[in-house]
């Protein structure tokens, strides 16, 4: 079935250093919408980017990801951590039945 | 601004009691769903919904009923709550670019 992995838990890095949070995905539907949220200390999950188009870079609030269907990737990039950054990030998938499948989230830490 | 409310926002229920969690939208979206949060699982859906009388199973249903009277609001039911139903719970709607707008959470404490 559809599913949606985030290998790491957890990512801890310094304030300026480059974040990378990877998605991998499986589906069997052939136009998937990959969507990355966030969600801050008691606040709810809010969309940050999305993408449908292969091989095109999405970018919002410094953040960037661009889907790779080759590769069944979405992976969230920002070229320098912010403090503000720490949050708990989501990838999801529509899935084939038009659902939003959410993997389990990474927890990105930024420390000074 | 797409707006999504729940209430209430804190709970505490005993062990075999009933517990409803409440969600309105003023989006006007067809799609809405009920989400728990866990640390380690991540959101999990628990029913959804495509439009006013419809309710759809999603993966973890089990324990749960929900109820679409109308456009705008969705509740979650729990007719036997137990502890192991003691999460976060969020409600969402949906529009039609698939982006999902989330309410403020629901924290649920069953003893």
């Known amino acids: 079935g559809d599913s949606v992995t985030q290998t790491e838990g957890l990512v801890t890095l310094t304030e300026g250093l480059p974040v990378m949070l990877n998605c991998t995905y499986q589906?069997?539907?052939?136009?998937?919408?990959l969507f990355w949220y966030v969600q801050h200390l008691n606040e709810s999950p809010r969309l940050l980017l999305k993408s449908f188009t292969d091989n095109k870079r999405t970018e919002h609030q410094g953040f960037h990801a661009t889907l790779h269907k080759s590769s069944s990737s979405f992976h969230l990039q920002k070229s320098s951590a912010q403090l503000s950054d720490s949050a708990l990030y989501y990838c999801?998938?529509?899935?084939?039945?038009?659902?939003?499948?959410f993997g389990d989230g990474t927890q990105l830490v930024v420390k000074p | 601004e797409a707006a999504v409310t729940q209430s209430p926002r804190n709970k505490v229920a005993v062990t075999g009691g009933k517990v409803t969690l409440s969600c309105n939208q003023t989006n006007n979206h067809n799609n809405m769903y009920w989400y728990r949060q866990d640390t380690g699982h991540g959101l999990r859906l628990i029913h959804y919904?495509?439009?006013?009388?419809?309710?759809e199973k999603g993966d973890i249903p089990d324990g749960y009923k929900a109820s679409r009277p109308s456009q705008e609001n969705f509740s979650l039911i729990l007719e036997l709550a137990t502890p192991s139903q003691t999460s976060v719970y969020f409600c969402a709607s949906r529009a039609s670019s698939y982006e999902q707008y989330f309410g403020p959470g629901t924290r649920l404490t069953v003893l």
């Open positions: 589906t069997i539907y052939s136009n998937p919408f």
């Open positions: 999801a998938l529509r899935d084939s039945n038009n659902r939003i499948f």
């Open positions: 919904s495509y439009g006013a009388g419809s309710t």
